[in-house]
Structures are given as structure tokens and as C-alpha cells.
Nanobody
Framework: QVQLAESGGGLVQVGDSLRLSCAAS????????MGWFRQPPGKERQFVAG????????VYTDSVKGRFTISRDNARNTIDLQMNSLTPEDTAVYYC????????????????????WGQGTQVTVST
């Protein structure tokens, strides 16, 4: 069982930056591919970014490429999502997720590949 706890959400203005963090309670953090998903109001949950077990590979959804950066620290059991140039379309509840990965370089990109989910943190971007 892995517990995930997100932090760092809040209300910001267009163009601002925000950094989300996720702490995982597991002794085998480095065996999990990690990712961030988001659920905008009235919409389905969607993939935002993923990072491989080793941290050497990352994948982003097109709408955040060049603005968001996912990173992980296997020594601290944490992942971060640095979000820059935020727009109102980034408004959503952001979820951290963990999925077992047998291959260190693979990035998990679908919700079905993730087993554990955090409670979510709200990000609101106002005009």
C-alpha cells in the first residue's frame, strides 16, 4: 500500500507559477513510475505528466509542454510538478499517482497503469 499526499495548490493569476509536490509513503519508491493527472471542472481526469522510475525519462501532454516540468527525488520519496505561465485552462484538481513499473525507463501515461492516487490539490488560475 502506498499513500500519496499532494501539496502546493492554490489560487494564482494568469502567467504565475506554482510548484506542486507529492510525498509517497513507501520504502520501494524507486520501483514506481510516477505521474500527475488533473481533472478540470466538469471534465474527466486527464494525464498531465509522467516520469520513469529512474527519473531519466519524462512525458508531457501537449498542452503543458514547455511550461510544466516533472521531477522526482528517489532519496526523499517525492515528485514535483513545476508549473509556469499558468492559464485559466490549467484550473483543475491535480492528482499524484504511482504505478509499479518493471522497466526503469518506461513512463506510465494512462490512468489504468497507476494503482495508487493522492487526494488531489486544487489549482485555480484567475484572470
Amino acid at each position: 500500500q502506498v499513500q500519496l499526499a499532494e501539496s502546493g495548490g492554490g489560487l494564482v493569476q494568469v502567467g504565475d507559477s506554482l510548484r506542486l509536490s507529492c510525498a509517497a509513503s513507501t520504502r520501494t519508491f524507486s520501483t514506481y513510475g510516477m505521474g500527475w493527472f488533473r481533472q478540470p471542472p466538469g471534465k474527466e481526469r486527464q494525464f498531465v505528466a509522467g516520469i520513469s522510475r529512474s527519473g531519466e525519462r519524462t512525458v508531457y501532454t501537449d498542452s503543458v509542454k514547455g511550461r510544466f516540468t516533472i521531477s522526482r527525488d528517489n532519496a526523499r520519496n517525492t515528485i514535483d510538478l513545476q508549473m509556469n505561465s499558468l492559464t485559466p485552462e490549467d484550473t483543475a484538481v491535480y492528482y499524484c499517482a504511482a504505478g509499479l513499473s518493471t522497466i526503469p525507463s518506461v513512463v506510465l501515461i494512462t490512468a489504468r497503469q497507476y494503482t495508487y492516487w493522492g487526494q488531489g490539490t486544487q489549482v485555480t488560475v484567475s484572470t
